[in-house]
């Protein structure tokens, strides 16, 4: 079955102590990886889009990498505008269907 | 802002009642999709069409039902409501069956059951 786990479930930062987020995925025919970040009762805002192991995506202090097994959001000397849920998401060609995982939730303290 | 827009931004009822959820989707979107988030389950995906035509089916109740019309905004009708169906639902869209394109979510519909 497909599957996605994203870890930890909350992080707190303090500002500019960097760190990762993980999503682990079991997928048949991984067809693309989402990172999204959604702002409490808002809905989730498109971050990243990776397609193969070894593709790196960065946009200001946020970098996404992706392996055959999982991919990491790498968050470079956050700031407090940082704080949100960060949700992961793959298309499957098994299923063809997006599956999201639960979610980080970041707190970046200033 | 996505430009994807749903209607209304909140949705109070009681149990027992129907209520429909509008989403219009970007400009040239094609694909509009459903979801459900509500506190213990995360993003849960309902349901998919493609350019008026269903395409992929998730965990969606047989109480709920939508289509998508000719002008591409679609309708998330909810049936025989319980307490259990309170949550966010989310729209998103995406130019085309979906195949590894990102997705664009909507503000979302906050339903409350009482």
């Known amino acids: 079955e497909d599957q996605v786990t994203q870890s930890p479930e909350a992080l707190r930062l303090q500002e500019g102590e960097s760190s990762s987020l993980n999503c682990s995925y079991t997928?048949?025919?991984?067809?693309?990886l989402f990172w999204y970040r959604q702002d409490p009762g808002k809905g989730p805002e498109f971050l990243f889009t990776?397609?193969?192991a070894g593709e790196e995506k960065e946009k200001e202090r946020l970098k996404a990498t992706l392996t055959k097994k999982e991919s990491f959001l790498h968050i470079t000397a956050p700031k407090p505008e940082d704080s949100a849920t960060y949700l992961c998401?793959?298309?499957?060609?098994?299923?063809?269907?997006?599956?999201f995982g639960t979610g980080t939730r970041l707190k970046v303290l200033a | 802002d996505s430009g994807v827009t749903q209607t209304p931004k909140h949705l109070i009822t009681a149990t027992g009642q129907r209520v429909t959820l509008r989403c219009s989707p970007r400009?040239?979107?094609?694909?509009v999709y459903w979801y459900q988030q509500s506190l213990d389950q995360g993003l849960q995906f309902l349901i998919q069409?493609?350019?008026?035509?269903?395409?992929a089916k998730g965990n969606i109740l047989e109480r709920f039902s939508a289509q998508q019309f000719p002008d591409l905004h679609s309708e998330l009708n909810l049936s025989s409501l319980e307490l259990g169906d309170s949550a966010l639902y989310f729209c998103?869209?995406?130019?085309?069956?979906?195949?590894?394109?990102?997705?664009?979510f909507g503000p979302g519909t906050r339903l409350t059951v009482l």
């Open positions: 990776l397609y193969s």
């Open positions: 069409y493609y350019n008026g035509e269903e395409r």
């Open positions: 997928v048949s025919g991984l067809r693309g």
């Open positions: 998401a793959v298309f499957t060609s098994g299923t063809y269907k997006y599956i």
């Open positions: 400009s040239g979107d094609l694909s």
């Open positions: 998103a869209s995406s130019p085309t069956t979906g195949g590894g394109n990102e997705q664009f």
